[in-house]
T-cell receptor
């Protein structure tokens, strides 16, 4: 079975642009969470979606938004990119809520020039 | 602020030794604890999860949880060079509506030398 898949794997943007990152969960998983990981730190929680509804939001500005589709895939959107948005963006899925162990995709490495 | 504290290391152990990784957490309401392994440039990989006080063993890995002391540890027996990675501790804290979100520590770098 396929694991969590994310696209693209790498992305280079400039300040002020916007970006859309995509995630497909493990088959049968209905919950998707997004994380930002900068070098030397653990993943920081951004959003959790379950059954297409936002269930949790971390301490990130409104430039960050997300949604989940009927097939449980998800998009993370970031507007007005800043240099500090450069990071590895991770998607994780679980069967129900985040109380289940989460399984991570390989991530999207976003670089802002 | 719910926090997880880990020593960033690096922790260096010889091949075949026991590696002991430790984590403390601030949220007394936490019920679930996880250990992830992350190789450089890769995404985190779930190794163990533990919900109850005591020990949980899986192969060469043992997770230990002490809720009274707000302490969770991971022991790796017969350490191998392939175990060299960053180990992330995470716990769940509940949100309203029945969801939970994980809070991760910054990770401990483990180096197993031949």
């Amino acid at each position: 079975d396929a694991g969590v898949t994310q696209s693209p794997t790498h992305l280079i943007k400039t300040r002020g642009q916007h970006v859309t990152l995509r995630c497909s969960p493990i088959s049968g998983h209905k919950s998707v969470s997004w994380y930002q990981q900068v070098l030397g730190q653990g993943p920081q929680f951004i959003f959790q979606y379950y059954e297409k509804e936002e269930r949790g939001r971390g301490n990130f500005p409104d430039r960050f938004s997300a949604r989940q589709f009927p097939n449980y895939s998800s998009e993370l959107n970031v507007n007005a990119l800043l240099l500090g948005d450069s990071a590895l963006y991770l998607c994780a899925s679980s069967f129900s809520s985040a109380s289940q162990p989460q399984h991570f995709g390989d991530g999207t490495r976003l670089s802002i020039l | 602020q719910k926090e997880v504290e880990q020593n960033s290391g690096p922790l260096s152990v010889p091949e075949g030794a026991i590696a002991s990784l430790n984590c403390t957490y601030s949220d007394r309401g936490s019920q679930s604890f996880f250990w992830y392994r992350q190789y450089s440039g890769k995404s985190p990989e779930l190794i163990m999860f533990i919900y109850s006080n005591g020990d949980k063993e899986d192969g060469r890995f043992t997770a230990q949880l002490n809720k009274a002391s707000q302490y969770v540890s991971l022991l790796i027996r017969d350490s191998q060079p392939s175990d060299s990675a960053t180990y992330l501790c995470a716990f769940l804290h509940p949100l309203s509506g029945g969801s939970y979100i994980p809070t991760f520590g910054r990770g401990t770098s483990l180096i197993v030398h031949p």
